[in-house]
């Protein structure tokens, strides 16, 4: 059966939520398009969220409704080679008070919340639903068809939202189908579980205050670098590779991964941490040369 609407957002990660939400808002009859069995079932970033006016001007008061971990109050990068390294901290008192500076997250629970917030506001979700191609008509993209279903969704306007490698783009003919492997990097993740009471004493925190630290010189001769972030009662702790690099060292991220971990600075961050789930994506990093043509007949990336 076609369904018509007046516009129709792809994907439900926070970019497409927030379009999704805001012209729901408006006043227009949205379709938020989301592949996954519910937004964020797959979606994975290293998890820190920066403080965005963005998301301020959409939810004044995003900190009390949004489902955070924890507020991050000190930001430090740890500098190493072999087995010696050095520390730099900042800590402000600002971060410490609303609005805040970052908040760790999980993309699970806050891609879904802020999904759940677009279907408040009046647009309607659609999950299990990946769109497939784009639907022309006159020369410009009038919908979109969704794998398995017939009949197909219309709009006169399509938001692709579908992530940094968008296939809707591509359908439209508004990105490059291939991408060089020097311009993309992968990012691996581990979730270690660790009481809070624990972490708050390893990392000197009180309440829901939060530690975001990242690693340099911690690849092993690979182009990247590490991070450690403190959930709630978890730990995020991952790596970020240079695809070309890792290819050229021959090692996979899994050994990397490991290596990592087991680094003196970063073993006593993690110790007794049980490995809840392990995660990974790539990361287009060309730069201004990989962003595709931004909008088309129909079509706004
Ligand atoms: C390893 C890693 C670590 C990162 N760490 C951080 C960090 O700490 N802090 C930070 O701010 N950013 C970080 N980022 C970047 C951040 O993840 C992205 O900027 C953000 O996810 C972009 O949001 P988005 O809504 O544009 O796309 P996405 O989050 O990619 O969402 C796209 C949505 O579209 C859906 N979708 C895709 N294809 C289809 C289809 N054909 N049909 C229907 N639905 C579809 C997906 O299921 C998904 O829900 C990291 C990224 C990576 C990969």
Redesign the pocket.
Known sequence: MTRSFQAIV?????????AALTMARAGLDVAL????SF????????????RLPGLEKIFPDFWERAPLERHIIKKGVTFMTGDSSFNTVIEAGSFDRPPYNGYTIF?PRF?RWLAEEAVKAGATLLTR????DVVMKNDQVAG?S??GRKGELRAPVVVA????L???ALKAGLRRPTFDPGQM?????ALLELPSDVIDERFGLVREQGFANEFVGCTSGVRGGG?L?TNYDSLSV?L?FHLASLKSSGKTPYDLMNEFLEQPQVAKMVRGGKLREY?????PEGGYKMIPELYGAGIVV
């Open positions: 792809v994907g439900a990660g926070p970019a497409g939520s927030s398009v989301e592949r996954g937004p964020g079932e797959k979606n994975m970033f290293g998890g820190v969220l920066h993309r891609d639903s990946t769109v497939e979109v969704i794998v939202a579908d992530g940094v968008s296939f809707t990097a992968v990012g691996v993740k991070f972030y991952g970020v995660s990974a994506h790539l990361i």
